[in-house]
T-cell receptor, first 119, second 112 residues
Framework: GAVVSQHPSWVICKSGTSVKIECRSL??????MFWYRQFPKQSLMLMAT?????????EQGVEKDKFLINHASLTLSTLTVTSAHPEDSSFYIC???????????????FGPGTRLTVL | LAKTTQPISMDSYEGQEVNITCSHN???????ITWYQQFPSQGPRFIIQ???TKVTNEVASLFIPADRKSSTLSLPRVSLSDTAVYYC?????????????FGTGTRLQVFP
């Protein structure tokens, strides 16, 4: 199946710094990628939809100036958490949607996640 | 987007069949039903997807009644490694425009 990677798998940073997380589709092209955040014992919360070559669409309540998303190519999307604070500590997961295949089938392939800890 | 309702948790023993039912009363005509599995500190993994009736693959079966207002994921002969959270999602499959909204999921605990 299709593989999605994330880098780094975990990161610890100081409060006030910025952190960049990469999401790559390794063996397919992804016109659309999604970013989720998951707190312990909770479900995944969709943060934004990232489309290659255009601005990301953010879900209600997600600060677009704090969570910068760039989708510069069909295989790479990045999420930058700017001026991170302890409350931004979470598990960030991306997913990539295939840009080809039958229109009746839609599968998202998820990355392994990135654990962010802000001190 | 259709909202889903699942039991928060379920317990089972190794070797038993587990059925997890999901309610989605407001499912739209073009919505598919998809189930994902998630282990701690990992991304979700696709299990199975269907539109109506029954779908079976090497790991699970998905039963969907005619009115499509619910669906049941069936895991045959579970093992300890099936302990995970299972999410039921519904959404349209419009090319490149769909987004998945995760509900609470069902935390399955398998005991020896």
């Amino acid at each position: 199946g299709a593989v999605v990677s994330q880098h780094p798998s975990w990161v610890i940073c100081k409060s006030g710094t910025s952190v960049k997380i990469e999401c790559r589709s390794l063996d397919f092209q992804a016109t659309t990628m999604f970013w989720y955040r998951q707190f312990p014992k909770q479900s995944l919360m969709l943060m934004a939809t990232s489309n290659e070559g255009s601005k990301a669409t953010y879900e209600q309540g997600v600060e677009k100036d704090k969570f910068l998303i760039n989708h510069a190519s069909l295989t790479l999307s990045t999420l930058t958490v700017t001026s991170a604070h302890p409350e931004d500590s979470s598990f960030y997961i991306c997913s990539a949607q295939t840009s080809g295949g039958p229109p009746s089938y839609n599968e998202q392939f998820f990355g392994p996640g990135t654990r962010l800890t802000v001190l | 987007l259709a909202k889903t309702t699942q039991p928060i948790s379920m317990d089972s023993y190794e070797g038993q069949e587990v059925n997890i039912t999901c309610s989605h009363n407001n499912i739209a005509t073009n919505d598919y039903i998809t189930w994902y599995q998630q282990f701690p500190s990992q991304g979700p993994r696709f299990i199975i997807q269907g539109y109506k009736t029954k779908v079976t693959n090497e790991v699970a079966s998905l039963f969907i009644p005619a009115d499509r207002k619910s669906s049941t994921l069936s895991l045959p002969r579970v093992s300890l490694s099936d302990t995970a959270v299972y999410y039921c999602l519904v959404g349209g499959v419009t090319y490149n425009t769909d987004k998945l909204i995760f509900g609470t999921g069902t935390r399955l605990q398998v005991f020896p």
